[in-house]
């Protein structure tokens, strides 16, 4: 292959790993504050049909991704009332609230099986996106993908650099400290599991008007879960998942193309290779505990409450 097959290639995995840079994000701000959501596969599918139905019905893609992170932050908002409200489990309830969105989202998008949508269209920067080579791989690509990468800066900055990011980060660690110093711990949480919620309905949205510009039961083909494996291969850093979403992206795109070249290999173990992939990374960072606990909030998945 040349290099603008190459460059091509390059550009479609940016584009691939935009959905899992948004969902993965969201989890990581939410696993920062000690709360394990492991519903980001059913939030999103909520997010495609309701971004996808809402861009349909009202010719405006903006209302949509609107839609789409108001419906992730309302099922958000139900695993929030669970777990730390009700004090339910929280791998359980994640795990019925994946169950929900699929179900829900099958339900509700029905009418809309079939239905076409304009696409989001990528940027046309003068001079820049004309460049030969660097033009498609760096200047052609849709609002989203550059919002994707602002965040992630702003994400790291904020952790980092901020009181907001050192509060996040206290509750995360340990809740009862920072509950005997006067942190608002059930609040931060609430509002670290809405962005979680928000982030992955945007990420859903962002299936079915832009990398496939139409709705399908269960379109999302386990990438909410891959955006939780990333938050692990990332040790809960925004950058290292940045560059894990990259990666998988890219695995992604080279199977499909390796798919259209006819290579002599099952087409089923091609479409596997992104999520061997995954897994091949997380049991090699794994191997080290001290690697993977490096980062890892003390208090993740663990229920608190002031009364107690």
């Avoid at 419906?71 to 795990?95: C, D, E, P, R, Y």
């Avoid at 829900?104 to 920067?125: C, E, K, T």
Wanted: with cysteine; hydrophobic share 55%.
């Amino acid at each position: 292959m040349n290099l603008a097959v190459w460059v091509t290639i390059a550009a479609s995995a940016v584009g691939a790993a935009t959905p899992l840079i948004l969902a993965a994000l969201g989890e990581l701000v939410t696993e920062r504050a000690g709360v394990l959501n492991l519903g980001v596969e059913g939030m999103m599918l909520i997010g495609a049909m309701s971004g996808f139905a809402v861009g349909v019905s009202s010719g405006s893609l903006w209302l949509g991704y609107l839609a789409a992170a108001a419906s992730g932050m309302l099922i958000a908002l139900l695993f929030g009332v669970l777990t730390l409200s009700l004090q339910t489990n929280q791998v359980a309830t994640g795990l019925a609230l994946t169950l929900f969105g699929v179900g829900l989202s099958a339900f509700a998008g029905r009418s809309f099986v079939g239905l076409p949508i304009r696409p989001l269209l990528p940027l046309r920067i003068p001079v820049l996106s004309e460049l030969p080579w660097i033009g498609p791989l760096l200047f052609h690509h849709d609002p989203l993908v550059y919002l994707s990468l602002l965040l992630c800066a702003l994400i790291a900055w904020v952790l980092k650099r901020t009181r907001v990011g050192l509060r996040l980060r206290a509750v995360g660690e340990s809740p009862e400290m920072a509950h005997v110093l006067g942190e608002p711990v059930i609040r931060i949480r609430y509002l670290a599991v809405l962005f979680g919620g928000a982030m992955s309905g945007i990420a859903g949205a962002y299936l079915s008007t832009a990398l496939t510009p139409m709705w399908t039961e269960g379109m999302s083909a386990g990438r909410g879960w891959i955006a939780l494996a990333l938050v692990v291969f990332g040790t809960w850093k925004p950058w290292r998942v940045l560059a894990g979403a990259y990666l998988f992206g890219t695995v992604t795109v080279l199977q499909l193309y390796a798919q259209g070249l006819g290579v002599h290999v099952p087409s089923e173990f091609l479409s596997m290779l992104p999520y061997a992939a995954t897994i091949m990374v997380l049991v090699a960072i794994c191997r080290d505990p001290k690697t993977i606990l490096l980062n890892q909030p003390a208090s993740l998945g663990r229920s608190f409450h002031p009364g107690y």
